[in-house]
């Protein structure tokens, strides 16, 4: 209960924030509810690809799957530096995403872990929050449904890089020959 309203203060303060989700077997609840949270915040969600929060039945408005893509940008990850990170399950396999996390390292780094470790070989985590990821994500959700301000500009940043990615890499398929893994999938 403290742990939630200590974090729920902490994010309520901070209208630039990222959810991150790494690799994790929570499946469907999990992203439910944390893309619940990121409706609550207006964050963004950069999703690992084994995350199993990019692809499902929850509304994945707000997540990211092309963040490898455009945080390379070092225009955009100047520009947009997060005041909080909140990591759900394992840290992200991107060298990009560390990179960008590096680069912004005054930001507040919270991580969500059933065991209470820091799964995170960067060690950036403040604190580690010893907790189920579901019912912390949902009874955030409870505890900043009527306090949360979202910063709407901070999140469309996100969705319109995220979208100029997508566009980028469909145009590159479309316009390869060769066979290669990413137009196999």
């Given amino acids: 209960k403290r742990a939630i309203e200590r ?24 992203a439910h509810a944390v893309t619940r949270l990121a409706a609550v915040l207006g964050y963004p969600v950069i999703a690992d690809p084994v995350s ?10 707000r997540v990211m799957g092309a963040y490898d893509c455009f945080l390379r940008s070092s225009s955009f990850a100047e520009r947009h530096a997060p005041e909080i990170i909140l990591q759900f399950g394992a840290a992200p ?22 065991a209470g470790q820091s799964r995170a070989p960067s060690r950036r985590a403040r604190e580690v929050i010893a907790a189920d990821p579901v019912e912390t994500a949902l009874a955030l959700c409870e505890a900043l449904s009527r306090k949360a301000d979202p910063l709407r500009s901070w999140l ?11 566009e980028v890499i469909d145009r590159h398929i479309v316009e390869t020959d060769a066979l290669c893994e990413t137009r196999v999938f």
């Fill in 7 to 30: 974090v729920a203060k902490a994010l309520r303060s901070c209208r630039r924030g990222l959810i991150v989700c790494g690799p994790d077997d929570a499946g469907p609840p999990l």
């Fill in 156 to 166: 469309e940043a996100f969705r319109r890089a995220e979208q100029i990615a997508r």
């Fill in 52 to 61: 199993q929060v990019r692809f499902g039945p929850h509304d994945a408005s």
């Fill in 93 to 114: 396999t991107s060298k990009v995403y560390h990179s960008y996390a590096a680069r912004h390292a005054g930001a507040l780094h919270l991580s969500v872990d059933p």
